[in-house]
């Protein structure tokens, strides 16, 4: 592939871990002990309770999160690494890559979630089968994706690896919700369509506030440094406004994010 696509690939895997690490792992950790409890108690209706609440929350916050980046991941990695040795070419290509890997970014998050549901009944070896399937599907995607591109000579040929990674977290989320759903250890509670057309609902707001503000602002690798992280955070704030707007005004309501299990 083009020199550099190494480190565009590196650079923009950093910024899709950035979600993972402040939202995912934390939901994963917190869920984790209720799991344990309902498990140790044979409390299979709470079990699956449970569960059902940590999916509804990753969703409503790995989905903007996935959305933001790939709005944003142009005026994101301009404004965060581009200065030095970093152009305005690796900006670009590194953008690529963080706009292919962030459709990833809810399957990473919900496999945080899903994986505890098997460690909390000491089941380490369904997550490895899946994991080991992942590993396969990634390379098989990478080499079926990316060999096309690089034999025509697309310099952005590297995006088709963070893709394989995006559909090979797809493939993970799967497996693992597959395998719970068939040993009945997950059945989702009532309400899904409406909590998924509220998400739909603010993702709409969200984009609709951050595209105009984008196209306002024009260019981010022409304003100065701090101009630049102003922009982008004033962007980032108000794409957070609307979609918090979004979700009140069809109905969600803070307490939702109480367990009460």
Known sequence: LATGSQTWLWYSDRLVEFPLGLFGVALGTVILPHLSGRFAATDGAGF???????????????????????????????????????????STMTAYAVMAMSLGIPFFMLTKVLAPAFFARQDTKTPMKAAIATVVANVALTIA????????????????????????????AALLWRYLKRDGLYRPSPGWGRHL????????????VVLALRTWIGDFGALGEWMRWAALLATVAAGAGAYGIGLLATGWRPRELRFNG
Do not use: K, Y
Request: hydrophobic share 60%.
């Open 145 to 172: 994706i990316t060999t096309p591109l690089w034999l025509a000579g697309t310099q952005g040929a590297h995006a088709g690896i963070a893709l394989a990674t995006a559909i090979a977290g797809a493939v993970n």
């Open 197 to 208: 057309l509220r998400l739909l609902s603010g993702c709409l707001a969200m984009a609709f």
């Open 48 to 90: 699956s309770s449970a569960l059902d609440w940590g999916l509804r929350q990753v969703l409503l916050l790995a989905l903007p999160a996935a959305l933001g980046l790939i709005l944003l991941a142009g005026p994101v990695v301009t404004t965060v690494f581009e200065r030095g040795a970093f152009t305005a070419l690796d």
